[in-house]
């Protein structure tokens, strides 16, 4: 049984947790942070232990409040990319992918520190909107962040549709009593994915909490919250 309380202090204290999708899908491990602990540290540890794409995930609720829609919705109107667009990935599912920015106090945007600043203040909007100061918080991201930059955002399409890290991890926020701002990045091993035994075995000699998607899933469902 997962301890939730334990899931909400590791993320609050600025730890990481693991999060496994599904053997019936990507199969593979994400590193998730708390997006409002996120500094440049946890910016470079994720590049060098994690190694995939390092994103920041929000709900439903942050892309409809902003209105910025999902990359594929922009790319299917131009006609030259359309065909590019209306294919899915192997495993099925439309992508979770919006728009990619940066700050507008960033020098390029890709260094730790640039990508840290962004997200912090990614989350700073988020916050806003999960606390319905809807008209501050589009303001601050209209005002703050230009487009297209180094750090991607990415939002739920909700369990009941899509059951990727994106929705993962925006349902655990909410089942931890979190404001979806999360950051998350892919684990890699030469060549390939981290297998699901590596990472366990990396969660375990690192006593990193380690959660299965089935496991969230079941929880959501039971407190109503996959369209989120």
Same mark, same amino acid.
């Given at each position: 049984?997962?301890?939730?309380? /334990?899931?909400?202090?590791?993320?609050? #204290?600025?730890?990481?947790?693991?999060?496994?999708? #599904?053997?019936?899908?990507?199969?593979?491990?994400?590193?998730?942070?708390?997006?409002? +602990?996120?500094?440049?540290?946890?910016? #470079?540890?994720? =590049?060098?232990?994690?190694?995939?794409?390092?994103?920041?995930?929000?709900?439903?609720?942050?892309?409809?409040?902003?209105?910025?829609?999902?990359?594929?919705?922009?790319?299917?109107?131009?006609?030259?990319?359309?065909?590019?667009?209306? /294919?899915?990935?192997?495993?099925?599912?439309?992508?979770?992918?919006?728009?990619?920015?940066?700050?507008?106090?960033?020098? +390029?945007?890709?260094?730790?520190?640039?990508?840290?600043?962004?997200?912090?203040?990614?989350?700073?909007?988020?916050?806003?909107?999960? /606390?319905?100061?809807?008209?501050?918080? =589009?303001?601050?991201?209209?005002?703050?962040?230009?487009?297209?930059?180094?750090?991607?955002?990415?939002?739920? =399409?909700?369990?009941?549709?899509?059951?990727?890290?994106?929705?993962?991890? +925006?349902?655990?926020?909410?089942?931890?009593?979190?404001?979806?701002?999360?950051?998350?990045?892919?684990?890699?091993?030469?060549?390939?994915?981290?297998?699901?035994?590596?990472?366990? =075995?990396?969660?375990?000699?690192?006593?990193?909490?380690?959660?299965?998607?089935?496991?969230?899933?079941?929880?959501?469902?039971?407190?109503?919250?996959?369209?989120?």
């Amino acid at each position: 049984m997962v301890d939730w309380l /334990k899931v909400r202090n590791e993320l609050l #204290s600025g730890r990481p947790v693991l999060i496994f999708d #599904s053997f019936h899908r990507e199969s593979e491990v994400d590193m998730v942070f708390y997006a409002e +602990t996120v500094d440049s540290s946890k910016i #470079s540890f994720l =590049r060098k232990n994690a190694g995939g794409l390092i994103c920041f995930v929000s709900g439903r609720l942050f892309r409809e409040i902003l209105n910025i829609p999902f990359m594929r919705d922009i790319l299917v109107k131009e006609p030259s990319l359309r065909e590019l667009a209306v /294919k899915n990935p192997r495993y099925g599912d439309p992508p979770a992918f919006n728009i990619w920015v940066n700050h507008v106090n960033t020098r +390029t945007g890709i260094s730790d520190e640039d990508r840290a600043l962004t997200i912090k203040k990614l989350a700073e909007v988020a916050k806003l909107v999960y /606390k319905g100061f809807t008209s501050s918080a =589009r303001e601050i991201f209209f005002r703050e962040f230009y487009s297209p930059g180094h750090v991607p955002i990415l939002t739920s =399409r909700g369990l009941s549709r899509r059951k990727g890290h994106t929705e993962l991890v +925006t349902a655990l926020a909410l089942l931890t009593g979190l404001t979806p701002a999360m950051v998350i990045a892919e684990m890699l091993s030469d060549g390939l994915s981290l297998s699901y035994e590596d990472a366990r =075995r990396y969660a375990f000699s690192n006593n990193i909490v380690f959660l299965e998607g089935v496991d969230i899933i079941a929880v959501a469902e039971e407190r109503g919250l996959i369209n989120d």
